[in-house]
């Protein structure tokens, strides 16, 4: 029998456990556009007390989830700061315009943190011919840093920063059980500053769908309208929010295995000469690897044959995310494919001199 394919392309490929598949069989439901299923409000007290924030909404995904909150935050004409590659910029279909009206300033930081000065020099000044500055975005972990975390203090110093010229923060936290684990902290230490905040249940933790989104309770009453404008009203979704429950219960333990796994992926390979690859870079579950020389549609290719799903992250640039159906065998089938794609792509570099 052939071998299961590594799908390594997003921690979003993970597929729900037979657990969650009784879960969401057995699960106690109701109308929730009502407020009337209590599988997710179970879902949803649980993860406010997880982050520490009054309350919390439960959303079909992590892009409404964001968008909700700009929406919330932010009025037609506003502009929001946000690091130049924030997940809300780039992978989110142009909704902070298409949606809210609102435009964004772009803060460049190598490791995906601005510092708290250039959050500063990015407020606009009051002047009737200029937008607004509204509201602060970060993202933790962010995603094309390569899963680079941002520790408590950060966050708040930022937060600190934004508070002195009156905006709100919003955090970003798809990923933030992965920060919370490889900072050794709890979750809610890390948002504590923010307004609002989200969680993706649907990536490492194993759900098949659904994001969270927490802040104060007048903040999600408002947001709970949003939703519903948006489309993202669901009605009997306790299905879906009995495998988010188990979700936060096992996911969070199995998220340091997934950290282990993507170090030993980055060692290997930072060996292989075609490829630029920072071992100490990597704290969380993603793997970035540029390619020396060639094309990175050559080498996806390549691994797809020898049964291994990438992504790229840029031109030249490859994306490999570890999650829990990633197991040790796979992270060796993914090692043997990249080294096997060393002989030819060795007889293609340009000579040196």
Sequence with gaps: MAAPIA??????????????????????????VRGEDPTVRRLEAATAELLGKPAALFLPSGTMANQVAIHVHCRPGDELVCEARSHVYWFEGGSIARLSGTQVRLVAAPDGVPTPAQVEAAVRPDDPHQPRTRL???????????????????TAALA?????????????GARLLNAAVALGCAAHELV?????????????????????LVG????????RRVRKAFGGGMRQAGVLAAAGLLALREGPALLAIDHAR????????AELPFLAVEPAAVATNIVMADLRHGEAEALLAHLRRHGVLAATAGPGRLRFVLHRDVDDAGVQRCLDACRSFAVPIASTSPPTS
């Design 136 to 154: 602060l975005v970060l993202e933790n972990t962010h995603n094309l840093a390569g899963g680079r975390p941002i520790p408590a203090a950060a």
């Design 160 to 172: 600190a920063a934004a508070r002195r010229h009156g905006l709100l923060v919003h955090v970003d």
């Design 216 to 223: 104060s309770a007048a903040f999600v009453a408002e947001a």
């Design 262 to 269: 993507a170090r030993r992926l980055a060692q290997g390979l």
């Design 192 to 212: 504590a500053p923010a307004d609002t905040a989200t969680l993706c249940l649907s990536k490492g933790l194993g759900a098949p769908v659904g994001s969270m």
């Design 7 to 32: 799908d390594l392309r997003s921690d979003t490929s993970t597929l729900p456990t037979p657990a969650m598949r009784q879960a969401m069989a057995a699960a106690e439901v109701g109308d929730d």
